[in-house]
């Protein structure tokens, strides 16, 4: 491991060591930093897809507002991810394995009302990322190779935490299992495995999408994991920031 990534992790891993000395959490502190953090990750994950909808016009629209000059699709497109947030939190409180049915269900919330044909449903088709150097396998072997990603997920667990959330979202991105929503998907993935144990949500944020799309293609083709592993730590790191400055002077 590159040595600046192993001192990244390890001021992750001390961020969150303070964090977790201060729990349990004010109630109403966490609820406000769960609002925050909820809103920063929809409003980013949609914004890198294209999503023209502002950080103050997801917010209203989260409030059941509509905005004038949107269309349906960028409404849907918010109002859906936040309920795709809160069913994930509902499977990390229930302790629940990631498996295929897991990761249909966050899709298919991804899409409602959207494509419900295609959500939650494996592409039946063959498809190119568009700037992405490495080709999605063909749909007659999606079965296998998401049944492969969950084997692999199932034994990967001698990896740090963000290490295998990492890892978790860019190969569930080379598999590009639907026709649609894989990269907000991919990054619900990710906060998944990172809530698991504890850690706020990472928040890749719209202004990083180049350098992210550029791990992201490198590891898909190269399965060099360092870069985008630096990337995902670096947005722990910013939401342990938050959470440790909110808290105050006893973090």
Known sequence: MDASLKILLDAVDADKAKLDALRPLPPHTLASLREKLTLEWTYHSNAIEGNTLTLRETKVVLEGITVGGKTLREHFEAVNHRDAILYVEEIVAKQESLTDWQIRNIHGLVLKGIDDAEAGRYRQENVVI??????????????????????????????????????????????????????????????????????????????????????????????????????????????????????????
């Not at 700037?131 to 007659?140: C, Q, R």
């Not at 569930?172 to 495995?193: C, M, Q, S, W, Y």
């Not at 550029?214 to 060099?224: M, R």
Request: proline share 7%.
């Open 130 to 251: 568009s700037g992405a150097s490495a080709v999605p396998p063909d749909f007659l072997h999606l079965p296998a190779e998401m049944a492969a990603l969950v084997a692999w997920y199932e034994q990967a667990g001698a990896m740090r935490p963000v290490e295998r959330a990492a890892q978790l979202h860019t190969r569930f991105v080379k598999i590009h299992p639907f026709i649609d929503g894989n990269g907000r998907t991919a990054r619900l993935l990710l906060n998944f495995e990172l809530m698991k144990f504890g850690y706020p949500p990472a928040v890749i944020r719209k202004e990083d999408r180049l350098a992210y799309y550029d791990a992201l293609d490198e590891a898909c083709v190269s399965g060099n994991f360092e870069n985008i592993t630096h990337l995902v730590a670096e947005a722990v790191k910013r939401s342990l920031d938050t959470y440790l400055q909110v808290l105050g002077p006893r973090g």
